[in-house]
């Protein structure tokens, strides 16, 4: 039904002509640089290794009844909190200083172009990429170079708007928010925190299955070149055929994997034990 109406009304004379002005994507300014660096391959597959932890510790804070390890902090024996909130921050920690890094390298290497809306003519080419997706006449397209509006978009989303709200509605709720600062804690209330840091990782569920989705539907071999083996082309049919992104995206897919299996409180607590005490009670 989405499929007939789209297909319709880009048919319509009016819309055509919008999709001809507007075909998806526009042009990035002058200097923007070309393919990734590998940095920009590592960063990116830190993030999914550390987002895929800090989703499970966060879904376990949420869901677990009774936790059945605490950690206490060695520096401050009145605080107690769950292994799995433990965890939950510690990763934090490292997803946040791994994000620090990628926004700083993106700014000195010029790659923020690609991320960062540079024209309001991102908005009509989002809404015309929209229509080609649902239509399921594609836009042929191709990240090495440029990404469509609509990537544009949520990738800033992403990087620029939902990740800084995880972070400052998840500190709110941490052990180093000062609770004695009363000003502050009328002006922010930990209540908002906790009413806005869930939906944020619901929109991280979905963006993860739409993108995931989208990147092996369009182009998978091609695409795992670009964001994991740093390979790819102006072109875009050169790299269709080369497999060196796909065995290193497999090989990033068992280390995921081992990470999630090993994210137990048997493994855990040896760990947290060297910053602090871990106790069943
Ligand atoms: C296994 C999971 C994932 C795979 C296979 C994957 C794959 C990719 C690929 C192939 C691209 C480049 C797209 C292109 O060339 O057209 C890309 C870009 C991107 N991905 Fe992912 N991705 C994954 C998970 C994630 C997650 C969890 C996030 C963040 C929540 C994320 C955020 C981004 C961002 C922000 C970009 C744009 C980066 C830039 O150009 O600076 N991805 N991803
Ligand atoms: C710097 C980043 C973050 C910090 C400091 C942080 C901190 C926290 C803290 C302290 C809690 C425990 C709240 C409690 O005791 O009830 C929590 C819960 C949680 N976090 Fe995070 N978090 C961060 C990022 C994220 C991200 C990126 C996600 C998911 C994409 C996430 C998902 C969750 C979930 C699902 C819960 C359970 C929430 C609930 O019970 O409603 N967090 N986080």
């Given at each position: 039904m989405v499929v007939l109406f789209t297909r319709w009304l880009v048919s319509v004379p009016f819309m055509r002509d919008f999709l001809a002005t507007y075909p998806g994507e526009y042009e990035l300014p002058e200097g923007a640089p070309i393919g990734f660096p590998a940095w920009l391959n590592w960063q990116h597959f830190l993030n999914v290794f550390l987002l895929v932890l800090i989703i499970r510790s966060g879904l376990e804070v949420r869901f677990q009844k009774r936790p059945n390890a605490f950690w206490t902090p060695r520096w401050n024996k009145e605080r107690k909190i769950s292994l799995a909130v433990w965890f939950h921050q510690s990763i934090d920690v490292l997803w946040l200083v791994n994000g620090v890094i990628f926004v700083f390298l993106l700014f000195v290497s010029g790659q923020w172009m690609r991320i960062?809306?540079?024209?309001?003519e991102v908005f009509p080419n989002a809404l015309s990429a929209v229509l080609q997706y649902l239509s399921l006449d594609w836009p042929i397209e191709n990240g090495w170079v440029n990404y469509n509006s609509i990537q544009q978009l949520t990738y800033f989303l992403v990087v620029f708007v939902a990740s800084p709200l995880a972070a400052a509605t998840g500190v709110r709720m941490s052990g180093i928010w000062p609770t004695n600062a009363q000003r502050l804690n009328v002006l922010y209330p930990i209540e908002w925190a906790r009413a806005v840091h869930f939906p944020t990782m619901v929109f991280f569920v979905l963006f993860i299955a739409v993108h995931v989705t989208l990147v092996i539907a369009t182009g998978a071999l091609r695409n795992l070149n670009h964001m994991y083996a740093a390979q790819g082309s102006t072109d875009p049919l050169a790299l269709a055929e080369n497999w060196t992104g796909f065995w290193i995206f497999s090989a990033s897919l068992l280390l995921i994997v081992a990470a999630w299996v090993a994210a137990r409180p048997l493994l855990l607590a040896p760990i947290a034990r060297l910053f602090g005490s871990v106790s069943s009670r």
């Open positions: 960062v809306p540079t024209s309001w």
